[in-house]
């Protein structure tokens, strides 16, 4: 189950050492919903990829743990949900777009446009 | 062979008989598979009547029918003979039965017997409806004709169109239909002609921004948008010609110093007062198919002192002369990039002329498609020493010395130059470029019939100006239906300008347009692609109706250019058969066979 509320219990806690290598990484909303997925799919975020890049020497990269400020849990669900589709088609011509609710749709397109995805 | 031998002997051949023996068709032999085939036919008809006379014998005989049941029966054949019996027996009391039975009353012969060949008789003809007849519906009687979509009932009869139906929607749904796993072509089609190779899904904010678009009636207003974004739903809807004086208050900002509208033609004087009444720092306005403007939309700009620099507006021919003329006397000077089309009845060389004076700083200047405008205005332009990008289209003739003293004078500032349209034109001009352009990046100059490729090879050998990123070349070309290979001495860009275009720009060429330069040979291709050669950052090319290249060039092209993404080939007949790679999208083929990624495209 990539994705879960759950945080991820085998977190090095305290993290001493960046660890690119980590398979997952946890999305953490304004309101504290936390989702935890596969790095590969949540760099399909442009924003992502780059705080999780060692070379650019954020926190993130280190603590595999990204906290969006400006972002709610509903729409976070989305964008997870929408990384998950994006890595199920990714090789896929022709995919049909994502079904997103009529009524969040602004505010997605708000966030996907801070994650440059 | 022996009817031919024979033939041969008798007769001198005919012309056809010849012809076929060429193609290795023997007549005789036609003639003896002719023949066959009639015998057989009437062989089979000869069949056909004996057996139905059998048939009939058989059906007046009543104690063949019994014969057949002392046969023994497995379980499945009893109760199909019972059904049978069931039917027969509801058959019996059926109006038809009734009425046949009344026209065979003449009839000798024992009246149960009668009444059982009869109903076989009727039976067998329900078993095998014919198309065309008419019959009456099992379930609601009705008459109807017979179809072959006709469908059987629950008792083995046939159903009308209304019933059947019901019948079909009652027994289950269609299955649900099989998305097509393989390339939708028109879907593609569509796509490629828009220039995109889509692999995977879309990224989200472009599904968010058509889901935007697709309901913009539902929205109330765009809360904190950023410009892209907005300026992206504005392409969208404007291509749908969806900008009404509703959506327009979507796009309306107070604080925002831009506006682009691409689409104006249902927006009347009242909108654009709204908006530079709603927009008062407004510093670049971009508004598309403004038919309506008049001239109190510019007074009204030049009353309230409008701080505009960028200033593109598509086809305001309601706008006078007068007008524009006041308009660029009073914010001329603060303007940077003026960029104007389709003007056909106002703006004539003496505007030109207070324009050129009155925009100091003019950095961009576009005029394209302007009817009014001739020599006088090039003259003027020439004076504009600001400008860095300058593209002209005009619908009149002009004499190539203007032009060529426009490019003497602006050319070591300019940076991106578009001359279009310059039909009389000649080698001077590219001499002149040669000589005073330092610093071009793009350079477009089309439809023209006079410079020679001597002259555009010449261009580029020893350029000191560096490596161009936008060419365009189009209709560079000689026009003589009478001679369509065009003269000794090459006219337009033919093979040796392409190669010294291709060896002075390759490194940086982003987008080339050779389109319709028809005299550019096959060998030249061959070299210009050859196996050491690499153009990294290519990603558009445009080789259309060059009808020398072949597959072996499209597939070097592919080879040399890893960062290519479109490339467009209409009117390239020989292109047949073509392996494309994933990210290039290949527009104007005709029916050749296309390989993307294994899956064929026709």
Known sequence: MPLTFKPWPFLPNPPVMADPALKYVTLVSRDGFEFILEREQACVSGTISRMLDPKNGFVEAITGRCVFENINGVILQLVCEYFLYNHRHRNELNVEDMELPLELCLEVLMAADYLDC | ?????????????????????????????????????????????????????????????????????????????????????????????????????????????????????LADQMMSEKSR??????????????????????????????????????????????????????????????????????????????????????????????????????????????????????????????????????????????????????????????????????????EYMIDKDIKLEDLHLDSPNLVSDACWRKLFSRIGPRLRSLKLWNLDSAFDDETAQVMAQSCRSLQRLKLKYFWKLGDEA???????????????????????????HLVSALGPNLRSLSLENFELADDRLVQGIHNKCRNLYKFRLTHNSVITDQALAELFRGWSNPALSYIDFSSLRDVDMANPDGPEEPIGLASNGFMALMEHSGSKLKSLNVSSCRHINRDAYEEVFGPDKRYPQLKSLDISFDGHVDDFIAQSIFRCCPALKKMVVFGCFKIRDLVVPKDVAVIGTVGAKLTVDGAVQV
Do not use: W
Request: charged share 30%; with cysteine.
């Open chain 2, 129 to 298: 409806p014919i198309p065309g007849q008419l019959e009456n519906c099992e379930i609601c009687g009705k008459r109807f004709t017979v179809t072959p979509y006709s469908k059987t009932g629950p008792e083995g009869g046939l159903l009308c169109a209304s019933c059947s139906k019901n019948q079909k929607e009652g027994n289950k749904k269609a299955p649900p239909k099989k998305r097509n796993s393989g390339i939708s072509r028109r879907q593609n089609q569509n796509a490629l002609l828009d220039g995109h190779v889509r692999n995977g899904p879309r990224s989200l904010l472009e599904i968010c921004i058509k889901k935007v678009a697709d309901n913009i009636d539902d929205v109330e207003e765009f809360g904190d948008l950023p410009p892209p974004v907005m300026l992206k739903i504005s392409h969208i809807l404007s291509r749908r010609r969806a900008i009404t004086p509703k959506i327009l208050d979507l796009f309306l900002r107070p604080h925002h110093r831009t506006l682009d509208i691409y689409d104006c033609a249902k927006l009347d004087t009242n909108d654009y007062h709204k908006i530079l009444a709603t927009m008062p720092s407004l510093t670049r306005l971009n508004l598309r198919f403004v038919t309506p403007m008049k001239d109190q939309i510019l």
């Open chain 2, 1 to 117: 062979m022996y009817g031919r031998a024979t033939a041969k002997s008798q007769h001198p051949h005919s012309a056809l008989t010849d012809f076929l023996a060429s193609n290795n068709i023997s007549a005789a032999q036609i003639q003896d598979d002719y023949n066959r085939r009639v015998a057989e036919a009437a062989r089979a008809e000869a069949d056909e009547e004996e057996q139905q006379e059998e048939q009939a014998e058989r059906e007046a005989d009543p104690d063949h029918e019994e014969l057949g049941s002392e046969v023994e029966e497995t379980p499945e054949e009893k109760t199909r003979k019972r059904k049978r019996q069931q039917a027969i027996e509801k058959l019996k009391r059926s109006k038809e039965f009734a009425r046949r039975k009344a026209r065979r009353t003449g009839d000798p012969g024992d009246d149960a017997d009668a009444d059982e060949a």
């Open chain 2, 378 to 404: 090039l003259r003027a332009i020439s004076a504009m020493e600001t400008l860095e990008h300058l593209s002209l289209q005009f619908m009149q003739e002009t004499q190539p010395e203007s032009i060529l």
